[in-house]
């Protein structure tokens, strides 16, 4: 080689090496993260460099309590997992694009570098996407198969995607994760069509799913057996996840499992919604539902639980069967359970709520749905005397953690779930009650212990003389008479006393549904007036629904939208007798969810959220009065804020489905660290979450750091 040649290569591996050398210091400078002895910090590397967006999971099994914490790594594909309780862990990397890393066991205050893994095909890179993303395959009818024979005459394209959705089938179940998205192999040996028929029968829900699916007619099933095929013959899905971006990388996911295996809950609660440091540091108290009798209760410091036995009657029945969303029995056996009857509650508790004394109220039963005397026809009791109620299907009861002592309240109203109002007695409001509104006076209950002096109830009346007070009305299937007022059928399903003005919110539950206001007055059983508010299109199907400090209702919305309705852009008269649901949609805005919707929709999403709640004394720290939406098929949940939907994914495991939420500061003074949003993985079937059985229900703890490296 002449010298040129060896000048020009000897410069160019001086260049080289020079260009080896600051890739290299710079390498070690970006994964040079700053952790405390508590922390497992450094970052995730792939072969193109930093991976930002991604997800760096913890997880133990040394305590009670299985434990997992996720954060999101920054820009610079670094990242920090803070307050690591003392344990061995495992420690990888997942996200989108990529397989999970190779896992490593480490320990707080070590340093661990990941490298990252790229999916090498589209399929492998889809197995990690969130149900959304696979659930908006599944095809929707097109307008000429509404014709009266493949799909029931009555049923319109809405009503078939309110009941797909959060109304039925994902009501209860997130579709679309892998466990729905695949056939049991019990199950393999049968055509799709019948396989799908079988696998829905599974269970003691087996009746009421069936049901659901036959109300549409045969093409429902063979639409789902067509996803499953598609699925299997190698489609993916056609829209794919971003990666988190912005305040998304700030969020601190842990997890905790509690209760038992082959039982789920329903929801938990953690403080009072009016004083979040009411119950700081404190048990969190799990809601069953029809799962079992037992309330379990998670300590978030020791990471352990034990579980509460409630006590019922000896003559207390089952809450399952006839009036109930379950059997007592298996319609066919589960591909998980066999022939087993792994639900069987007395007490179906619902849903809890805590005072500010932190005892902890639970819609519960302990008796048959025959009422007791003071609540019907010919009692003197002035609910009774206005509306007497004959039967109702779950009461309300009340437990002191202090002492454990339970008190059944034995009601006269159907419960749901019970929110504390903002008035000096402590009025705790109830859904559930059906034609009827109902409460309880904690007050006078901590007074007297008389629950037929402490509770009340009313119907539901509109103001249709326009005078501005309650007088004789019509029937719900009456005709609007000017001359008198009008009772309507528009039970809640959830319910919001306002902070703003005293007025009860609820959502009713229907297609299209409405939201619904009840101003009580001074005797609530002759003199609160109602106004309804219809959901206009596009939005239709609310559930669940909470409502801000300034009065505007949140709602969750089976169309895929966050809706919002504000009473205070009313144009029109709110009484009178065009004042029966139609006359306010300008008080109506509708945001839409992220992910993908279903094919020829338009620009919708197939988001099915379940509930929806408002953090109005910033306990999650995006700010106050901050609506969230559980993301029922976006495994985790999303915060509305200035316009723009954020998405707090839980990332393993995948299948996070929650049904309700609530917030909690355990020390205002510790900033980030001491405040967060709790939830329960509320899937009727927790089992089908990524891990399959053997894996118990989660409790979600979700915090916003100021920065994806703050420890």
């Given at each position: 080689?002449?010298?040129?040649?060896?000048?020009l290569?000897?410069l160019?591996?001086v260049?080289?090496?020079?260009?080896?050398?600051?890739?290299?210091?710079h390498?070690?400078?970006?994964?040079?993260?700053?952790?405390?002895?508590d922390?497992?910090?450094?970052?995730?590397?792939?072969p193109?460099?930093?991976?930002?967006?991604v997800?760096?999971?913890?997880?133990?099994?040394?305590?009670?309590?299985?434990?997992?914490?996720?954060?999101?790594?920054d820009?610079?594909?670094?990242?920090?997992?803070?307050?690591?309780?003392?344990?061995?862990?495992?420690?990888?990397?997942r996200?989108?694009?990529?397989?999970?890393?190779d896992?490593?066991?480490?320990?707080?205050?070590?340093?661990?570098?990941?490298?990252?893994k790229?999916?090498?095909?589209?399929?492998e890179?889809?197995?990690?996407?969130?149900?959304?993303?696979?659930?908006?395959?599944?095809?929707i009818?097109?307008?000429?198969?509404?014709?009266?024979?493949?799909?029931p005459?009555?049923?319109?394209?809405?009503r078939?995607?309110?009941?797909?959705?959060?109304?039925?089938?994902?009501?209860?179940?997130?579709?679309?994760?892998?466990?729905t998205?695949?056939?049991p192999?019990?199950?393999?040996?049968?055509?799709?069509r019948?396989?799908?028929?079988?696998?829905?029968?599974?269970?003691?829900?087996?009746?009421?799913?069936?049901?659901?699916?036959?109300?549409?007619?045969?093409?429902?099933?063979?639409?789902?057996?067509?996803?499953?095929?598609?699925?299997?013959n190698?489609?993916?899905?056609?829209?794919?996840p971003?990666?988190p971006?912005?305040?998304?990388?700030n969020?601190?996911?842990?997890?905790?499992?509690w209760?038992?295996e082959?039982?789920?809950?329903?929801?938990?609660?953690?403080?009072?919604?009016?004083?979040p440091?009411?119950?700081?540091n404190?048990?969190?108290?799990?809601?069953?539902?029809?799962?079992?009798?037992?309330?379990p209760m998670?300590?978030?410091?020791?990471?352990?639980?034990?579980?509460?036995?409630?006590?019922?009657?000896e003559?207390?029945?089952?809450?399952?069967?006839?009036?109930?969303?379950?059997?007592?029995?298996?319609?066919?056996p589960?591909?998980?359970?066999g022939?087993?009857?792994?639900?069987?509650t007395?007490?179906?508790?619902?849903?809890?709520?805590?005072?500010r004394?932190g005892?902890?109220?639970?819609?519960?039963?302990?008796?048959?749905?025959n009422?007791?005397?003071?609540?019907?026809?010919?009692?003197?009791?002035?609910?009774?005397?206005?509306?007497?109620?004959?039967?109702?299907?779950?009461?309300a009861?009340?437990?002191?953690?202090?002492?454990?002592?339970?008190?059944?309240?034995?009601?006269?109203?159907?419960?749901?779930?019970p929110?504390f109002?903002?008035?000096?007695?402590?009025?705790?409001?109830?859904?559930g009650?059906?034609?009827?509104?109902?409460?309880?006076?904690?007050?006078?209950?901590?007074?007297t212990?008389?629950?037929?002096k402490?509770?009340g109830?009313?119907?539901?009346?509109?103001?249709t003389?326009?005078?501005?007070?309650?007088?004789?009305?019509?029937?719900?299937?009456?005709?609007?008479d000017?001359t008198?007022?009008?009772?309507?059928?528009?039970?809640f399903?959830?319910?919001?006393?306002?902070?703003?003005?005293?007025?009860?919110?609820?959502?009713?539950?229907?297609?299209?549904?409405?939201?619904?206001?009840?101003?009580?007055?001074?005797n609530?059983?002759?003199?609160a007036?109602t106004?309804?508010?219809?959901?206009?299109l596009?939005?239709?199907?609310?559930?669940?629904g909470?409502i801000?400090?300034?009065g505007v209702?949140w709602?969750?919305?089976?169309?895929?939208?966050?809706?919002?309705?504000?009473?205070?852009?009313?144009k029109?008269?709110?009484?009178?007798?065009?004042?029966?649901?139609?006359?306010?949609?300008?008080?109506?805005?509708?945001?839409?969810?992220?992910?993908?919707?279903?094919?020829?929709?338009?620009?919708?999403?197939?988001?099915?959220?379940y509930?929806?709640?408002?953090?109005?004394?910033?306990?999650?720290?995006?700010?106050e009065?901050?609506?969230?939406?559980?993301?029922?098929?976006n495994?985790?949940?999303i915060a509305?804020?200035?316009?723009?939907?954020?998405?707090?994914r839980?990332?393993?495991?995948?299948?996070f489905?929650a049904k309700g939420?609530?917030?909690?500061?355990?020390?205002?003074?510790?900033?980030?660290?001491?405040?967060?949003?709790?939830?329960?993985?509320?899937d009727?079937?927790p089992?089908?979450?990524e891990?399959?059985k053997?894996?118990?229900p989660?409790?979600?703890?979700v915090?916003?750091?100021?920065?994806?490296?703050a420890?």
């Open positions: 080689m002449n010298r040129p040649l060896r000048v290569f000897g160019a591996s260049t080289l090496l020079v260009a080896w050398v600051f890739t290299s210091t390498a070690q400078q970006r994964a040079a993260v700053e952790i405390d002895t922390d497992i910090g450094g970052a995730v590397t792939g193109n460099g930093p991976e930002a967006g997800w760096v999971i913890a997880e133990t099994r040394d305590f009670q309590s299985r434990f997992i914490r996720s954060v999101v790594t820009d610079q594909g670094r990242y920090v997992i803070p307050d690591l309780p003392k344990a061995t862990y495992t420690v990888w990397a996200g989108y694009g990529l397989v999970d890393s896992k490593t066991t480490s320990a707080p205050g070590r340093s661990l570098n990941i490298t990252a790229v999916a090498r095909t589209p399929a890179a889809a197995h990690y996407y969130p149900a959304i993303y696979w659930y908006s395959m599944l095809k009818p097109d307008a000429g198969q509404f014709d009266g024979t493949q799909i005459k009555g049923i319109d394209l809405q078939w995607r309110y009941q797909m959705n959060n109304s039925g089938c994902i009501g209860c179940h997130q579709l679309g994760q892998l466990a998205r695949t056939i192999s019990d199950f393999a040996s049968l055509s799709s019948d396989a799908w028929i079988r696998r829905v029968q599974s269970g003691q829900a087996g009746a009421q799913m069936m049901g659901q699916l036959t109300q549409l007619g045969p093409l429902s099933i063979q639409n789902f057996a067509d996803w499953t095929d598609r699925i299997k190698g489609e993916l899905p056609f829209a794919q971003p990666r971006q912005g305040v998304e990388r969020v601190v996911i842990t997890l905790r499992d209760y038992y082959d039982k789920y809950l329903h929801d938990l609660i953690s403080s009072d919604r009016r004083s440091t009411v119950n700081a404190g048990l969190l108290y799990g809601s069953p539902e029809y799962a079992g009798d037992e309330i998670l300590d978030p410091v020791k990471n352990t639980w034990t579980t509460f036995r409630v006590p019922v009657s003559d207390a029945p089952l809450a399952l069967g006839p009036g109930h969303a379950a059997g007592l029995d298996p319609a066919q589960s591909a998980y359970w022939n087993r009857r792994i639900w069987d007395h007490v179906n508790n619902h849903n809890s709520m805590l005072d004394q005892r902890v109220w639970m819609t519960a039963a302990d008796r048959d749905m009422n007791p005397a003071y609540c019907k026809q010919g009692s003197d009791h002035p609910s009774a005397k206005a509306f007497p109620m004959e039967r109702s299907t779950r009461q009861a009340v437990l002191d953690p202090k002492t454990m002592k339970y008190t059944f309240l034995d009601l006269c109203f159907g419960t749901h779930h929110q109002g903002y008035d000096p007695n402590d009025t705790v409001w109830f859904s009650g059906g034609q009827v509104l109902g409460w309880v006076n904690t007050k006078m209950w901590d007074q212990h008389d629950v037929a402490s509770s109830w009313t119907p539901f009346v509109l103001d003389n326009g005078n501005g007070k309650r007088d004789a009305y019509v029937g719900p299937d009456d005709p609007v000017p008198k007022d009008k009772r309507i059928n528009a039970g399903y959830a319910v919001m006393p306002s902070p703003a003005d005293g007025s009860i919110w609820g959502t009713y539950w229907t297609n299209s549904g409405a939201v619904v206001r009840v101003v009580p007055g001074p609530p059983p002759e003199t007036i106004e309804i508010y219809n959901v206009p596009p939005g239709f199907g609310p559930r669940g909470d801000d400090r300034n209702v709602v969750s919305l089976a169309s895929g939208h966050f809706g919002s309705f504000d009473r205070r852009t009313c029109g008269p709110l009484n009178g007798p065009k004042a029966t649901g139609d006359h306010c949609p300008e008080g109506w805005t509708f945001h839409k969810f992220p992910g993908p919707g279903f094919r020829g929709l338009g620009d919708t999403s197939a988001e099915s959220s509930y929806s709640w408002v953090d109005q004394h910033n306990t999650l720290g995006l700010g009065n901050v609506p969230i939406a559980t993301g029922n098929l495994d985790g949940f509305y804020r200035n316009g723009q939907m954020i998405v707090l839980v990332p393993y495991p995948i299948g489905y939420l609530d917030g909690r500061i355990d020390d205002p003074k510790a900033g980030w660290k001491g405040r967060g949003l709790w939830a329960a993985n509320g009727r079937t089992w089908l979450i891990g399959g053997g894996t118990k989660f409790a979600a703890h915090q916003v750091r100021p920065n994806p490296l420890h």
